[in-house]
């Protein structure tokens, strides 16, 4: 398949393994934020979000952390699986509906 | 199925030429944006839309043209002034009601340029 970053930071994780991406974020006057996973050779996939009045969100297996006091955003994969194998983007909403995007984190889980 | 389409999935071009990707989306949505990913970044915003007949130019427009006469149509060209055409090219779509700023991306399509 397509290689979407051949120089992105990589997390390595066991399978069955909990996962924690970051992300620092640099407009403190943003108030959404979202966490975007691409699969190689596919378009990004939208997973969580967060609006900046909360510090916590969860869903499905994934959990956002939000951290505006040193504008960091984590995303935290429980139990991770082989099928969570991807690049990892969050981005940020920094003007209206406009959204600016961090470089990527890559997810490689070893089973 | 509602979504957003991107065609060709892969298209190779000889330098000097000109070359027009598709993006068709169905969600009903009023802004529709290109991006363009090359190895080791993330994603650079080209060119967006958020109404018919009107666009505006985003991080990285030089070498690029595009339309958008219909709502569901926003069509890139990437033009042979385009130094560097070669890479993974992304479409995306959002509503523009405030709170829902989340952007739906199609499949994308990676374009060689030799």
């Known amino acids: 398949g397509e290689s979407v970053g051949l120089h992105l930071p990589t997390l390595s994780v066991q399978e069955g393994d909990n996962s924690i991406i970051n992300c620092a974020y640099s407009?403190?006057?943003?108030?959404?934020f979202i966490w975007y996973k691409q699969e190689s050779g596919k378009g990004p996939q939208f997973i969580i979000d967060?609006?900046?009045?909360?510090d916590k969100r969860q869903g499905q297996r994934v959990t956002v952390l939000l951290n505006k006091t040193v504008k960091h955003l984590s995303l935290q994969i429980a139990a991770t699986q082989p099928g969570d194998s991807a690049v990892y983007f969050c981005?940020?909403?920094?003007?209206?509906?406009?959204?600016?995007f961090g470089g990527g984190t890559r997810l490689m889980v070893k089973p | 199925d509602g979504g957003i389409t991107q065609s060709p999935k892969y298209l190779f071009r000889k330098e000097g030429q000109n070359v027009t990707l598709s993006c068709e989306q169905n969600?009903?949505?009023?802004?529709m944006y290109w991006y363009r990913q090359d190895p080791g970044q993330g994603l650079r915003l080209i060119y967006y839309?958020?109404?018919?007949?009107?666009?505006q130019k985003g991080d990285i427009a030089e070498g690029y043209s595009v339309s958008r006469e219909k709502k569901e149509s926003f069509p890139l060209t990437v033009t042979s002034a385009q130094k560097n055409p070669t890479a993974f090219y992304l479409c995306?779509?959002?509503?523009?009601?405030?709170?829902?700023?989340?952007?739906?991306f199609g499949p994308g399509t990676r374009l060689t340029v030799t």
């Open positions: 969600l009903n949505h009023d802004a």
């Open positions: 995306a779509s959002s509503s523009l009601e405030v709170g829902r700023y989340e952007q739906y």
């Open positions: 981005a940020e909403n920094n003007a209206g509906n406009m959204l600016t």
């Open positions: 839309s958020q109404i018919v007949n009107d666009f």
């Open positions: 967060i609006r900046s009045n909360m």
């Open positions: 407009n403190s006057a943003s108030d959404y």
